[in-house]
């Protein structure tokens, strides 16, 4: 039977934050670590993956980590390749490690979508903006599209959308804050939020 596997993307350079952003601490707490928490939450997934690169892998404390290999320093794609190679059975309930606030509500009205539409990718859209790291990735031979976009060194997330059949979930027709689905990309959006941050801490 399909399972549903929650992945934090958590392998990026982080160059606009200015440290690794995965750990750094929110509410007391590394940014990773609350996106886990979420998933978790939720209650869709039947267990919870981080996707990450060889220099960051150890960082993880007791979490299941999957380091990219094939393809590495090319991004979210470079990641979500070594997954879905890993689960090719499986529905991947991907967010990112810098969208600490996203609700396990919404992500459960994504797996709804996700389970009524087998083949389709289903990511979030609100305010006219796509969010393509708050989504689920599935269906038949999804690793193998991948791979085809990072050999024709088509990186962007755009690329996969073009390829597959994706469904916009737009969160404001079910009444999710926009806040909660803002990701940080760098200190200035902590300041800006008044988000309470902490220490960096691996
Ligand atoms: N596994 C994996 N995850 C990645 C990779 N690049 C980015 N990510 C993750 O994808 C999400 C979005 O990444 P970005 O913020 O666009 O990139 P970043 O490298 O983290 O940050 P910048 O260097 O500031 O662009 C974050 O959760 C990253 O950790 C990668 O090469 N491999």
Redesign the pocket.
């Known amino acids: 039977m399909t399972k549903t596997v929650g992945v934090v993307?958590?392998?990026?350079?982080?160059?606009?934050?200015g440290e690794d952003?995965?750990f750094f601490k929110l509410e007391g707490r590394p940014m990773y670590s609350h996106v886990a928490g979420v998933l978790e939450a939720s209650g869709m997934v039947d267990e919870i993956i981080i996707?990450?690169?060889q220099r960051l892998a150890g960082c993880f404390g007791g979490s299941t980590v999957i380091i990219?290999e094939a393809f590495?320093?090319?991004?979210?794609l470079?990641?979500l390749y070594?997954v879905a190679s890993a689960f090719p059975e499986d529905r991947l309930l991907v967010v990112?490690?810098?969208t600490p606030h996203v609700s396990s509500e919404w992500l459960r009205i994504l797996c709804r979508q996700a389970i009524g539409n087998p083949e389709a990718l289903i990511i979030t859209k609100a305010a006219e903006r796509l969010h393509p790291?708050i989504g689920v990735y599935q269906g038949a031979d999804l690793a193998q599209t991948i791979r085809q976009l990072l050999d024709a060194r088509r990186l962007s997330m755009r690329a996969l959308f073009e390829e597959r059949t994706t469904i916009e979930v737009d969160a404001e027709c079910y009444g999710i804050d926009d806040e909660t689905l803002v990701?940080i990309?760098r200190k200035m959006d902590i300041r800006l939020r008044g988000y309470e941050s902490g220490e960096h801490n691996r």
């Open positions: 993307l958590a392998g990026g350079n982080s160059t606009r934050f952003k995965a996707s990450t690169n990219d590495q320093d090319d991004g979210p470079g990641g070594e990112s490690c810098d790291l990701n990309n």
